[in-house]
């Protein structure tokens, strides 16, 4: 397809990525600076908010995706833990799930959100002389983050309430079931992580 095609352009001056090809021998070509490079190199790209796209030098196809994910594996690797286990496992529970599509656009809200008040966060670490520096601004961001998931779990109720109403047939019937069972383990889960919250608190 046309739009997962590398150009071979240079990054420009009008803001284009930088385009990065990956070889067969797993070398990564920086097309910018017409030098080879590594993972530590990109990391330190996105690090300083550089911009690039990552393309098989072979098909072409745009394989950005595997490359970060990559990055964020060897980071992982080197004892820089960012992903809690539990974290991962509920990850990994949601691949196949009737909700999948809709947990990455809810973590990249909640990353958009973290990283818009990162500047705050560190002022506020850095002039706390508690033993829990900043934690009191970082209990607020998970607050909002759950605010606004329990708002998006919201927008799936009437879904599964209409469904249920409308199925009179019995596989749509049994569908709709599932999906509000679902929605119920989530909210459990959410019910959970504010008894936690509020347990903290006191």
Known sequence: MADK?????????????????????????????????????????????????????????????????????????????LLPIQFLRQLIKFYGDSLQSFVPSYLEMSMDAFSNNQDD???????????????AMFEESVRQNMAMYQQAMNMFSPMADTGAKEGSKPSSSKAATSDQTDIDMLKAQLAALQSQLDKLEK
């Open 5 to 81: 095609k590398q150009s071979g352009r240079k990054n420009g001056a009008d803001g284009e990525p930088t385009i990065i090809k990956k070889y067969a021998n797993r070398r990564l070509y920086n097309t910018a600076t017409s030098s080879y490079v590594t993972l530590d190199y990109l990391a330190e790209m996105v690090k300083t908010g550089e911009d690039f796209v990552v393309y098989d030098a072979k098909s072409g196809e745009d394989i950005t995706h595997s490359v970060l994910t990559q990055i964020i594996f060897e980071e992982e690797s080197k004892g820089q833990n």
């Open 121 to 135: 966060m560190r002022e506020k670490m850095q002039g706390s002389f508690s033993a829990t520096p900043g934690y």
